[in-house]
């Protein structure tokens, strides 16, 4: 079964500082990831995604995102955090062997930026 | 271009009542998602269509959630009758391809069972 484990309920990082939110998965085969992002009172915003290809996929807004397949991991980065970057972030994933379409996701990580 | 459009935003209702979600996914999009997020928790997959057609409904709770599209263009979810469990956050999705496109979601419908 597809899962995704986002570890941190909360990561606080200051202004100006680079950011890391974690999420690593588990699928049967090799995955499609995607990491998306809600700001207060809307809806999900997608932000990248990985499909094939170099391992280091870039975003909206600043993001990127590193698959690293050993460690079946899809961390979220920024360089220089921003305080409107303060929204939770959900990490999914999608079998590419299944067949099966659904986005699995995780708990969700709050990215609190301090000014 | 419009967005993917969930109607209402906000429902409260008592347990035991009726409730009708509704989306509008972005035209042309076959494919649409209904997920839904229990405080806290993670956003679970409930359904997804295929223009008119149920392709996977295995995260559908009860019977007591049916889910359609009508001439494969907008969805409804309905809870029939609503249990306090219910409550939560419900998103729809869609997608113009299912293999490595993503999707585009609304902006949610926060459901209350008191």
């Known amino acids: 079964a597809q899962s995704v484990a986002q570890p941190e309920d909360q990561v606080n990082v200051a202004e100006g500082n680079p950011l890391t939110v974690k999420c690593t998965y588990s699928?049967?085969?090799?995955?499609?990831l995607f990491w998306y992002v809600q700001y207060p009172n809307r809806g999900l915003q997608f932000l990248l995604k990985?499909?094939?290809?170099?391992?280091l996929v870039k975003g909206s807004y600043g993001f990127e995102a590193e698959f690293n397949k050993s460690q079946t991991s899809f961390h979220l980065k920024k360089p220089s955090a921003l305080v409107s970057d303060s929204a939770l972030y959900f990490c999914?994933?999608?079998?590419?062997?299944?067949?099966?379409?659904?986005?699995?996701f995780g708990t969700g990580t709050r990215l609190l930026v301090s000014p | 271009e419009a967005g993917v459009t969930q109607f209402p935003s906000h429902s409260v209702i008592e347990k035991g009542q009726t409730v009708t979600l509704r989306c509008d996914p972005i035209?042309?999009?076959?494919?649409l998602y209904w997920y839904r997020r229990v405080m806290g928790k993670e956003i679970k997959f409930l359904l997804h269509?295929?223009?008119?057609?149920?392709?996977?409904e295995s995260g559908m709770p009860n019977n007591r959630f049916l889910a359609e599209r009508t001439g494969g263009t907008y969805s409804t979810l309905k809870v029939q009758p609503a249990e306090l469990e219910d409550s939560g956050v419900y998103f729809c999705?869609?997608?113009?391809?299912?293999?490595?496109?993503?999707?585009?979601f609304g902006q949610g419908t926060r459901l209350t069972v008191v």
């Open positions: 999705a869609s997608s113009q391809e299912v293999v490595n496109t993503e999707a585009f």
């Open positions: 699928v049967s085969g090799n995955p499609y």
């Open positions: 990985y499909i094939t290809g170099d391992n």
């Open positions: 999914a994933v999608r079998d590419r062997v299944t067949g099966f379409q659904k986005l699995v």
């Open positions: 035209s042309g999009h076959d494919n």
């Open positions: 269509f295929v223009k008119e057609s149920k392709q996977d």
